[in-house]
């Protein structure tokens, strides 16, 4: 299956410090891909760099392949022209928190059109009726009257349908979510992650969920991404990664996590906490999950594990792949 996004030993910059590091991955057409991690690890800025946004002051390199009708490009390769002719018709993302994303002073079918005119030819009765297309396709009630209301006039599940709606109007190949449900109650959010499964069926479109809720992941995700420290350290489908967790550091996130391997219900006994905190984004000898490994080696302070293929089709980038789960599960090590 050929690939709609590749991402190549992605890395970025901030002078000598590097957030990212050598990353890979792909997406294939109609999955959804999940990467997790925790607050640090670098996901969103992954995000960042497949949208062509990163800061000024950043220094990415590798490669960010997006198939598009003409064949592949590189992201990273493009000049900025060229790179906003790719964003919204190619690749679009929603961002985490819609009431800062949206713009207070116009009107929220005005901004589901800004879209439109970038990158479709109609005139402007065309557009509003577009426009009511797209907010009934995000199943915002009573389209032909709310398109004139504000973004403080709507709820915050409502604006976050909105920021779909601005991400899917021009169906684009891949739709990046960082975070997209995070400021929502747990009802409006199953509502949301529904709604961005529909959308991937019906408009024929990869998904990319970044997120740090394991039960997402458990749900919604054909495959997931485990990054530390700027690191992809495992990849495995979710039932692959719940039941048989191969760096230590996924084991960790598990143990820490509030539900069982279905991801359904919430344990009885006390949530365990992986010690210490994430590692500086400054380049350290060896493994940067080594100060908070109970498996650790010494070869893991000299030597950074890359990525590779165990198992058939898992990766993980540690010495002793699942070393935790194999030989200590009982001792409960990060308890």
Request: charged share 20%.
């Amino acid at each position: 299956m050929s690939a709609v996004l590749a991402v190549e030993n992605l890395s970025v910059a901030f002078g000598p410090a590097r957030p990212v590091e050598r990353v890979s991955f792909h997406v294939n057409p109609r999955e959804t891909l999940a990467i997790v991690g925790e607050s640090g690890s670098g996901k969103s800025l992954t995000a960042l760099s497949m949208m062509g946004l990163l800061p000024r002051n950043a220094r990415a390199s590798g490669q960010i392949l997006i198939r598009t009708p003409r064949g592949r490009v590189d992201m990273l390769a493009l000049p900025e022209r060229r790179r906003r002719l790719l964003r919204g018709k190619q690749i679009a993302m929603v961002f985490q928190e819609p009431m800062t994303s949206l713009n207070p002073v116009h009107t929220i079918g005005r901004q589901i059109e800004e879209t439109l005119i970038a990158h479709e030819d109609l005139d402007r009765a065309a557009r509003r009726a577009r426009v009511r297309e797209l907010m009934n396709l995000v199943r915002i009630p009573d389209a032909a009257r709310r398109i004139d209301d504000y973004p403080h006039q709507l709820s915050g599940g409502m604006r976050q349908r909105v920021m779909i709606a601005m991400a899917v109007a021009c169906r684009p190949r891949i739709l990046i979510a960082d975070e997209a449900t995070t400021a929502l109650d747990v009802t409006i959010q199953a509502q949301i992650l529904q709604l961005l499964d529909n959308l991937r069926r019906e408009l024929d479109v990869a998904v990319v969920l970044i997120t740090h809720d394991l039960g997402v992941v458990s749900q919604w995700a054909d495959r997931v991404v485990v990054m530390y420290a700027g690191l992809h350290v495992e990849e495995a489908t979710p039932a692959q990664l719940f039941a048989d967790p191969l760096h230590p550091y996924s084991h960790g996130l598990l143990a820490a996590s509030p539900r069982n391997a279905e991801g359904l219900t919430y344990r009885d006994a006390p949530l365990a906490e992986i010690p210490g905190s994430i590692a500086s984004a400054r380049a350290e000898a060896g493994c940067p999950f080594r100060p908070r490994c109970p498996a650790a080696r010494e070869v893991c302070g000299a030597v950074v594990p890359p990525p590779v293929a165990y198992r058939g089709d898992r990766l993980v980038a540690c010495h002793f792949p699942g070393i935790l789960t194999e030989e200590a599960r009982h001792v409960a090590a990060f308890a």
